[in-house]
């Protein structure tokens, strides 16, 4: 099956800074790439997702890239505020056409501190 | 709109004890799921439904029981709870029939239910 590994664990950056979360996988059918952002007290959310016909997506400070060659995943933050501060998880799935269940295999979760 | 909701928000039970975490969604999604959040493990998927009278196990079901008898509720039963059952769970839904990307189809967590058992 899918195996999904996160890095870095932690990460703590000063306000202002760029933040970069990096996910690599192993099963090259992998075709749905999110990552969700989980706040204190809270269940994930879906901040950004990419399908593995793109290799870069954007969303205002929020960017994902994709290499499927190398079979990894990055998320980068630019401009970080302290709101920002929560765990994200990166996930991968196979998921063709949307008719099959699509089982989400996540990473292992990283804390982000963003320091005013 | 109250989206995916959970109960109990937090429960203590000791070992061998039989409980219930409950989940409704409102959206009318035919897939249904539970994971668990361990410290460093990510979340890890128990057991899933894709519609009523229809459910399947995830990574890691043992100890855990399910049931979908309609499209609302998807129970996850503990019958005989264990230390290592404490965790953080979280039930998740979505819509079938559609690829998953944030701008057709997205999952939708409900905010957890942490349980220990002692």
């Known amino acids: 099956g899918e195996n999904v590994e996160q890095h870095p664990s932690t990460l703590s950056v000063q306000e202002g800074d760029s933040a970069v979360i990096k996910c690599t996988y192993s099963?090259?059918?992998?075709?749905?790439f999110p990552w969700y952002k989980q706040e204190l007290g809270k269940g994930p959310q879906l901040i950004i997702d990419?399908?593995?016909?793109?290799g870069e997506k954007k969303d205002q400070r929020i960017a994902v890239t994709l290499n499927k060659t190398a079979k990894h995943f990055s998320l980068h933050i630019t401009e970080t505020q302290p709101e920002d501060s929560a765990v994200y998880f990166c996930a991968a799935t196979v998921n063709a056409g949307g008719t099959s269940y699509g089982k989400l295999t996540f990473g292992q979760g990283t804390i982000l501190t963003v320091h005013p | 709109n109250a989206g995916v909701t959970q109960t109990p928000k937090f429960q203590v039970l000791k070992t061998g004890q039989s409980m219930t975490l409950q989940c409704a969604q409102d959206?009318?999604?035919?897939?249904m799921s539970w994971y668990r959040q361990d410290p460093g493990m990510g979340l890890r998927l128990i057991h899933y439904s894709v519609g009523a009278g229809i459910t399947d196990q995830g990574e890691v079901p043992n100890g855990y029981n399910v049931s979908r008898s309609t499209t609302e509720d998807f129970p996850l039963r503990l019958l005989s709870a264990a230390p290592s059952q404490t965790s953080v769970y979280f039930c998740?839904?979505?819509?079938?029939?559609?690829?998953?990307?944030?701008?057709?189809?997205?999952?939708?967590f409900g905010e957890g239910s942490w349980l220990t058992v002692v």
């Open positions: 959206m009318n999604h035919e897939y």
């Open positions: 099963d090259s059918a992998s075709n749905y």
């Open positions: 990419i399908r593995s016909n793109v």
């Open positions: 998740a839904s979505r819509l079938k029939g559609r690829p998953l990307l944030s701008s057709g189809n997205t999952i939708y």
